[in-house]
């Protein structure tokens, strides 16, 4: 069976682990069923030989395969096209991508809310993991029950063709769990005052495709300038992108991607100029994408 998984950026500036979105860009992905397991990776991580030694992807489909009553042994290829440890939910498209198609392997019609919930035994924030499941803008929340129960809250909207992506991604990694480490034990109040209400009005913008909010409804103050600091280029990056059309530009989930917004005439220029201005870095122009996690015909 073909399997693919959309990339996603999450965070989207003041909604911290809370929202995300799905783009287009996505890692395929087959599973044959064989005597003996065999792993192949073309594109991204396929000159890694720890990524087919032990493969997180192969790992947590097996887990989920075998409780789910299978036995059988298979065949994995991977065509990867997110980049690793860029912000770009390459670790949440693996978890989701897994389980997923451990359901489908087993003949099992996967239904995605149990996907999302157990999702969360691999990866303890739902921003990610979210619309890579679902597609589109995601805003979500962890929810505990009397028992300890952890599962996912979400909501979701399609998002239109009259916008696209354009992200800028460096050749420079950051580890999210490193990134984290820099971040403050403790916010104020009025900083959790900023990032509630700006991430209310994002939300709402979204929904209402009020996209003349996003500019100032994107601005954050809990982790964005913080991990923006040990790559400073990345404002450079941003302020560009935002005086030559984008709509709105933040750091895709911890980095060191810089997701922008924009209006889907104004991509390709906007792709153009920032290729221009900063030709070291890969500059790609992206839909988004509605589906998630889906299986493929053929």
Same mark, same amino acid.
């Given at each position: 069976?073909?399997?693919?998984?959309?990339?996603?950026?999450? !965070?989207?500036?003041?909604?911290?682990?809370?929202?995300?979105?799905?783009? !287009?860009?996505? !890692?395929?992905?087959?599973?044959?069923?064989?005597?003996?397991?065999?792993?192949?990776?073309?594109?991204?991580?396929?000159?890694?030989?720890?990524?087919?030694?032990?493969? /997180?992807?192969?790992?947590? &489909?097996?887990?989920?395969?075998?409780?789910?009553?299978?036995?059988?042994?298979?065949?994995?290829?991977?065509?990867?096209?997110?980049?690793?440890?860029?912000?770009?939910?390459?670790?949440?498209?693996?978890?989701?991508?897994?389980?997923?198609?451990?359901?489908?392997?087993?003949?099992?019609?996967?239904?995605?809310?149990?996907?999302?919930?157990?999702?969360?035994?691999?990866?303890?924030?739902? *921003?990610?993991?979210?619309?890579? /499941? &679902?597609?589109?803008?995601?805003?979500?929340?962890?929810?505990?029950?009397?028992?300890?129960?952890? +599962?996912?809250?979400?909501?979701?909207?399609?998002?239109?063709?009259?916008? @696209?992506?354009?992200?800028?991604?460096?050749?420079?990694?950051?580890? /999210?769990? @490193?990134?984290?480490?820099?971040?403050?034990?403790?916010?104020?109040?009025? *900083?959790?005052?900023?990032?509630?209400?700006?991430?209310?009005?994002? /939300?709402?913008?979204?929904?209402?495709?009020?996209?003349?909010?996003?500019? *100032?409804?994107?601005?954050?103050?809990?982790?964005?300038?913080?991990?923006?600091?040990?790559?400073?280029?990345?404002?450079?990056?941003?302020?560009?992108?935002?005086?030559?059309?984008?709509?709105?530009?933040?750091?895709?989930? +911890?980095?060191?991607?810089?997701?922008?917004?924009?209006?889907?005439?104004?991509?390709? !220029?906007?792709?153009?100029?920032?290729?221009?201005?900063?030709?070291?870095?890969?500059?790609?122009?992206?839909?988004? *994408?509605?589906?998630?996690?889906?299986?493929?015909?053929?």
């Amino acid at each position: 069976m073909n399997f693919s998984v959309p990339a996603t950026s999450a !965070n989207l500036g003041p909604g911290f682990d809370c929202l995300g979105l799905s783009l !287009n860009f996505r !890692n395929h992905f087959s599973i044959v069923e064989s005597y003996q397991q065999t792993i192949r990776i073309d594109g991204e991580g396929k000159n890694n030989l720890n990524f087919t030694k032990d493969n /997180t992807f192969v790992r947590i &489909f097996m887990q989920t395969y075998k409780k789910l009553g299978g036995n059988s042994q298979f065949n994995f290829h991977f065509h990867n096209n997110i980049p690793i440890s860029r912000g770009l939910g390459s670790s949440s498209a693996i978890i989701v991508g897994a389980i997923f198609s451990a359901y489908k392997m087993i003949d099992l019609i996967p239904n995605k809310q149990e996907v999302l919930n157990l999702a969360l035994h691999y990866e303890k924030h739902p *921003d990610n993991i979210t619309p890579a /499941t &679902f597609g589109g803008f995601n805003a979500s929340f962890l929810k505990v029950n009397s028992h300890g129960k952890r +599962s996912i809250v979400s909501v979701r909207y399609s998002m239109p063709k009259s916008v @696209k992506s354009v992200v800028v991604i460096p050749s420079q990694p950051m580890s /999210t769990k @490193k990134s984290r480490t820099i971040l403050p034990k403790t916010y104020g109040a009025q *900083d959790c005052i900023f990032n509630i209400s700006h991430s209310s009005v994002l /939300t709402l913008a979204f929904s209402m495709q009020k996209w003349d909010l996003l500019r *100032d409804s994107s601005m954050d103050r809990m982790h964005e300038a913080i991990r923006m600091q040990t790559f400073p280029v990345l404002f450079q990056v941003q302020k560009f992108a935002l005086n030559n059309g984008a709509l709105m530009s933040t750091l895709s989930g +911890s980095g060191s991607s810089i997701f922008n917004l924009c209006y889907s005439d104004d991509a390709a !220029n906007l792709a153009k100029k920032l290729s221009a201005r900063f030709p070291k870095f890969r500059v790609i122009s992206l839909d988004f *994408d509605n589906d998630g996690v889906r299986l493929e015909s053929g």
